[in-house]
């Protein structure tokens, strides 16, 4: 179902990907910045009762083909460094794969509440699922880049990638690349925060 005033053929504004984020019953207990070309939104989610909670953030640029999104737990991060996470962009920032880029399972016309952040929950169910049986159940398709730009890339058609459009390409490039350090100055900031939480909770423990 389509939220009032939403097109289904339309692109979403990031204003409209930040405030769906704001009201969505999954999400709306969390706190953000929005900045007019990107935004973040960082939320608890525990994906069952009983269940541990992990801090998320969600961080969109608008140069970007679809958001970035991380774990923020201590925890989880260890795991990383003994072991592959199944469906991870990055081990060691625990960035997560929610969707095969290819089947365009989602595109910037969809908000994120009715599908990033519900995925984000299955991906957290499957993952404590894999710590235990060391099966992933969730399915998929395990991504094999690192980046932003290699999975858009994956996403075009042969007769797309040998047209090229050099200048295009350059200039989009450049403005990805931009994206991709505003995102990661983002998740080193609130990685810190983070870090500091903690150690604020050890002091007064």
């Keep these: 179902m389509i939220a009032k005033g939403v097109s289904k053929y339309q692109a979403l504004s990031l204003l409209q ?3 769906s984020l704001q009201y969505c019953p999954l999400s709306k207990y969390g706190k953000g ?3 007019g070309k990107y935004f973040y939104w960082e939320f608890e989610v525990q994906p069952t009762v009983l269940s541990s909670t992990y801090r998320v953030l969600i961080v969109f640029h608008s140069d970007n083909y679809s958001p970035d999104i991380y774990i923020l737990d201590k925890d989880v991060w260890g795991i990383s460094q003994q072991k592959i996470i199944p469906h991870l962009y990055d081990q ?5 794969c929610l969707y095969y880029p290819t089947y365009k399972e989602w595109t910037n016309k969809i908000p994120l509440c009715g599908t990033i952040v519900q995925w984000i929950y299955l991906w957290l169910y499957y993952y404590e699922e894999w ?3 060391e099966e992933w159940k969730g399915g998929g398709i395990h991504p094999q880049v690192n980046n932003s730009e290699e999975v858009e ?3 075009l058609t042969p007769l797309e990638r ?5 200048k295009k390409k350059t200039k989009s490039k450049k403005n990805q690349e931009k994206a991709a350090a505003v995102v990661n100055q983002i998740f080193e900031k609130r990685k810190k925060v983070y870090l500091e939480s903690l150690s604020s909770l050890g002091e007064q423990e």
């Design 131 to 133: 710590l235990y049986s």
């Design 33 to 35: 910045e929005f900045k």
């Design 17 to 19: 990907q930040y405030t």
């Design 92 to 96: 060691k920032k625990v960035k997560l």
């Design 162 to 166: 040998i047209r090229g459009q050099k």
């Design 153 to 155: 890339e994956r996403s």
